[in-house]
């Protein structure tokens, strides 16, 4: 008898992704990103949270759409009409820089987000493949070939990204004396704060 197929993890592309997200790629070989969907607005596609000296701090990536509403992912382009990835940048470093691991790995980031990528895709897929590097994780991300609708399979998280499961574990951030622990944050609150000993928090 064959073995039943492993069913693809299906996920969107997302801008710095919560840490949930890597918790399931460590779990996995590969894992295919949906880009021929109609691009939905105020996810994480185009947004993370970090952990700042005020609170959880919302960076977005203003995005264009050559064709309105009904614009692919695939097509979704960055606008630089505002110096954003500038002032993410420097909220990143008032956020982190008194982390343990920041100065490690801060010339890297610095780099991708100051590329001026002309598409959102080419962004994430940029960090996503440099977090992957730094955790050490093999898992290869393949990208979908057409729109194929919601399936009831339970590695499917294109559609609904807040129904990616989190394995909630308590870890040292920056501000832990002013505010209680703020779980599933982008991954870099992780990795800024645990440097090596991320892949195994990701793993437990």
Known sequence: MMAAKTPNLLLPTAYLPPIAYFQLLCHHKQAVVEQWESYPKQTLRNRTYILTANGVQLLSVPVVKPNGNHTLTRDIAISYSEAWNVRHWRAIVSAYNASPYFLYYRDALESILMQRHERLIELNE??????????KMDCELKYSEQFDAPTQQDTDFRYHPET??????????VFDTKYP?????????LLFNMGPEAKDYLVC
């Open 126 to 135: 940029a960090l996503i493949s440099l977090v992957l590097r730094w955790l």
């Open 181 to 189: 622990f703020q779980p599933n944050l982008s991954i870099l609150d």
């Open 164 to 173: 990616i499961p989190y394995k909630e574990k308590k870890y040292y951030q």
